[in-house]
């Protein structure tokens, strides 16, 4: 369709015998991708939110949505509402050309590259969520604003993109839980699908901040997933406060700065002293690895 303002078409050649010619489009605008999603013979908009620098865990979510049956879009948007420190925001990695060549070959349908003006008109919508202590503990309390940014640019996209499904990952676990509030406080009918941590062979949580570990960084970084697993091996045994202390040490003499290590209840994200007597709880850390900062986590007990 000519009326459609695309910027580039990728067509994915090998990943799919079956369908050897699908196209992938790349907007620039809002208006065009709901021209062309509207056109599109899918039944359901399956939506991957990215701030790009892309890794095998967005494409597993891509996967997700194609497998769904979803007319599988995502967004490469690096949001400068969430990024409370300005440093952070001009290190973040941006691999545009890259990305979408990945993205094609993930068999996503369309991808949504928006500027800033695209995504915050002036004028337009501007949403005010209150998470009360969901934003305020873990990342919340590290990173102040942090969340509000990320509830204001994720109701935008979807405002943008109208999906019936929107993928992300369980990486961000206390993201997951705010969109999920978002969602319920906007009376929303999209429904999330979080999807299980993508992970390196040695257990490093992929990141879009991986590729600035250094080597001796990278080297030492699956401590993480490493205090996560411990935590879920003697939590039977010992209390949050021991399990706690245990891996705050364990990381420190890796060589890693620790900003906290919590064992929360997974609904209210409130710390739990004994795990064992909640029904659905994380374990949930951020630790620095020189001047990158990671997240990981581990559900200690799912949920029934
Ligand atoms: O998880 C991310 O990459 C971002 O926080 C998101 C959801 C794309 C919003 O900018």
């Not at 940014?149 to 839980?177: H, I, N, S, W």
Request: aromatic share 8%; net charge positive.
């Amino acid at each position: 369709n000519t009326a459609l303002t695309k910027r580039y078409i990728f067509e994915r050649r090998f990943t799919n015998a079956r369908r050897p010619c699908q196209r992938m489009y790349v907007f620039q605008y809002a208006a065009d991708l709901s021209r062309y999603t509207s056109m599109a013979p899918h039944t359901s908009v399956g939506f991957v939110p990215t701030m790009g620098a892309l890794h095998a865990g967005h494409l597993a979510l891509i996967r997700r949505a194609v497998a769904a049956g979803d007319l599988a879009t995502a967004s490469i948007f690096v949001n400068p509402t969430q990024f409370n420190d300005p440093e952070d925001l001009r290190k973040y990695p941006r691999t545009p050309e890259a990305d979408v060549s990945i993205l094609a070959k993930a068999g996503c349908h369309a991808v949504l590259m928006p500027s800033v003006e695209e995504v915050y008109p002036a004028g337009g919508q501007s949403y005010e969520f209150s998470f009360g202590h969901l934003e305020t503990v873990m990342e919340g309390a590290f990173r102040p604003g942090h969340f509000k940014g990320v509830a204001q640019v994720v109701a935008r996209l979807l405002d943008m993109v109208r999906p019936q499904r929107l993928y992300m990952g369980q990486k961000d676990f206390q993201q997951t839980a705010i969109v999920a509030e978002m969602l319920r406080q906007l009376n929303s009918s999209t429904q999330l699908i979080v999807a299980e941590t993508v992970r390196e062979t040695d257990g490093l949580a992929m990141s879009s901040r991986n590729v600035r570990l250094s080597p001796e960084f990278r080297a030492a970084a699956p401590v993480i997933y490493q205090c996560l697993l411990d935590a879920k091996r003697l939590y039977p045994e010992m209390d949050a406060a021991a399990i706690t202390a245990r891996a705050m040490q364990k990381m420190e003499s890796a060589g890693l700065r620790p900003e906290y290590f919590e064992i929360v209840d997974g609904r209210t994200l409130l710390p739990v002293g004994n795990p064992r007597q909640a029904d659905f709880v994380v374990a949930c850390t951020a630790a620095w690895a020189g001047d990158v900062r990671l997240i990981d986590n581990v559900v200690l007990r799912a949920a029934g």
